[in-house]
């Protein structure tokens, strides 16, 4: 039988790629504890029969606000197994986003993860009678909810009682209905909800799969949101259906600590990760001075060189490879230890990730293989592969997907992945899907005449000048977090006379350099204002600005000692800036880097 939909998906890989270690996850103890394919499966068919217990009926949507973790996938493929719709949120939203995205898709039960995501609910929930029930992962003390563990002793009591038979282990959906409806980040206005369906993920799965090759050693550390498209297609379905053992991160900021005790072979993540990992290194090998700052930059060109040939179909000759032996030992292969020491690739969605950066991990012996795609498209379009791997590019399109470029340079996509439209919202589908299937991406790119997709930015994000003229920040802003000095970047300049910055330092790197100059580093305002300080940052930008036309330069810019971030409305879940609520409220400080224009609303 041909697997179309997620249930059909989750029954074939553990029926055909058993294996004990499906699920990982730390324990109370902080050791991590596995879970065995047939016991992910004996949990889910409880979690079903549990919510059938509940009065819950197939189509009903469930919503799932929680970070991820093992209940977080066990709910989802239990929801779709009982033939119901999972409304996945991301839980670092706040409660009014919440409620919008609630009363939008209205669904019948919601599983929270913490006291903290249930306390979001609690004003909410009067309000929602629609909202029947309130699963919690751990025990919260908030009335009216049911907590996970009671539900699936209840599924449990039920399938000892009355076995259902392996052809009612699911309930029968037709591929192309409803999988999930996942709400986009609402840079510029209310989410949206992108309706998904399962024919929309699994040949998405299959696609890749057919390009991809997995092995039963692989491993799989996932840290991502499981709300986002990404981890949920890639860091789940699909290692799943390839018989990956998923390990899922305790938190965002212990993954360094999770990636040496799980060893993965295979990381799926935006680029935001990577940067920082090579900045880190960067700044470690600076630190060490003379001889060991030597080696590093020496075997960093070596290994971009070697990458760079490697991608023309070219091999370093024999002194060439004698060179790179002892870089691996030098520098390259205590780099691989950091991440685990079994890493076979790795993959980075999301947003572009910097060539120079993705070539020195290529001659660090990472393969990292970048993809594009959307939440509109499940979300995979192109993807760079082995053997096949052009940088700067995303790479070409998958089995089965078509891309052309639009007249004006907007990236246009059609295939099985593409979305069912958006959730109460036939206006805004219009605007992006037309009738003959054809998705207009918000994307500016162009195809090389191999069919290399290459990303120029984002449609919305384009910069025109008071002078008239079209500038794609992007490209500005990755060239200059490569910079160890540099953590983040927003280009400034729409309407205006000419292009600012502003800029945001590793102030980790920053306050090491300001010590060993004898800078104070007690007050991190004073820091980024010291002159000894600000220079450091001229000097960068001015080293970019020399290969840059005179319109794309960086006149001025401001530093900020502060991130931008998730909490300050700064941010996406995935890390994506959001430009318009940074201009809204850095206005002064933008505004005073353009003392001669009266400013724009």
Request: glycine share 8%; hydrophobic share 40%; net charge negative.
């Amino acid at each position: 039988m041909s697997v179309q939909t997620i249930p059909e998906l989750f029954q074939a890989a553990v029926r055909d790629n058993p294996r004990p270690d499906c699920f990982s996850y730390r324990d109370e103890s902080g050791a991590y504890r596995d879970v065995s394919s047939a016991e992910a499966l004996a949990r889910v068919r409880a979690l079903r029969l549990g919510l059938k217990s509940l009065g819950i009926k197939p189509g009903e949507k469930i919503a799932l606000l929680s970070e991820n973790r093992l209940e977080w996938a066990l709910s989802d493929l239990a929801i779709l197994c009982a033939g119901c719709i999972t409304v996945p949120i991301y839980p670092t939203l706040l409660a009014d986003t919440i409620g919008y995205i609630l009363n939008d898709c209205r669904p019948a039960a919601i599983f929270a993860s913490t006291a903290e995501q249930a306390a979001k609910l609690r004003e909410l929930r009067p309000q929602m009678p629609f909202l029947r029930e309130v699963v919690t992962f751990e025990t919260t003390g908030e009335p009216d909810t049911l907590t996970f563990a009671k539900l699936l002793q209840i599924g449990r009591n039920l399938a000892e009682q009355n076995p259902p038979a392996p052809a009612d282990e699911c309930e029968r959906v037709d591929p192309h209905s409803p999988c999930s409806i996942i709400y986009t980040s609402g840079t510029t206005g209310n989410p949206k909800g992108v309706v998904l369906s399962h024919w929309n993920f699994v040949s998405n799965v299959q696609a890749i799969r057919s390009l991809i090759t997995f092995e039963p050693s692989d491993r799989c550390l996932s840290f991502l949101p499981l709300s986002h498209v990404l981890e949920r297609m890639a860091g789940f379905y699909t290692t799943l259906s390839a018989g990956v053992g998923i390990a899922y991160a305790q938190r965002m900021d212990s993954v360094p600590v999770d990636i040496l005790d799980v060893k993965p072979t295979i990381l799926v993540s935006v680029p935001r990760l990577y940067e920082k990992i090579y900045a880190k290194v960067v700044a470690m090998a600076m630190a060490g001075g003379g001889l060991k700052k030597n080696i590093f930059f020496w075997a960093r060109n070596l290994g971009i060189k070697a990458a760079e040939m490697r991608a023309e179909g070219r091999e370093p000759g024999p002194w060439m490879k004698v060179q790179l032996a002892i870089a691996d030992v030098l520098v390259f292969k205590k780099l691989r230890a950091k991440l685990g020491g079994r890493i076979r690739f790795m993959v980075s969605g999301g947003a572009p990730l910097n060539p120079r950066i993705n070539k020195f991990f290529h001659g660090a012996g990472l393969t990292i293989l970048e993809g594009y795609g959307l939440t509109e498209t499940s979300p995979v379009l192109t993807c760079n592969n082995f053997g096949a791997i052009r940088f700067g590019s995303v790479g070409k399109a998958i089995p089965d997907t078509e891309i052309r470029i639009a007249e004006d340079g907007e990236i246009l996509a059609r295939g099985p992945q593409v979305m069912l439209g958006y959730f109460n919202n036939e206006a805004a589908t219009r605007e992006i899907l037309d009738e003959d299937g054809w998705l207009a991406t918000g994307d500016i790119g162009h195809l090389d005449e191999d069919g290399y997709l290459f990303i120029t930015d984002r449609k919305k994000d384009l910069i025109v000048t008071a002078g008239g003229k079209n500038i794609a920040p992007q490209p500005i802003e990755n060239a200059l977090v490569s910079n160890k000095f540099i953590a983040q970047v927003v280009i400034i300049g729409d309407r205006r006379q000419y292009l600012t910055a502003l800029i945001v330092p590793d102030m980790e790197t920053l306050r090491d350099h300001a010590r060993a100059h004898g800078i104070d580093t007690e007050n991190d305002e004073q820091l980024v204002a010291d002159p000894a300080i600000v220079q450091i940052f001229q000097d960068i930008v001015d080293r970019q600005n020399r290969d840059l036309p005179g319109f794309t330069q960086i006149k001025k810019f401001t530093l900020l000692c502060r991130e931008f971030s998730l909490e300050e409305g700064e941010l996406t879940p995935t890390m994506k800036v959001k430009r318009f609520a940074i201009a809204r409220k850095y206005k002064d400080v933008i505004d005073a880097m353009y003392p001669d224009d009266p400013g724009l609303d």
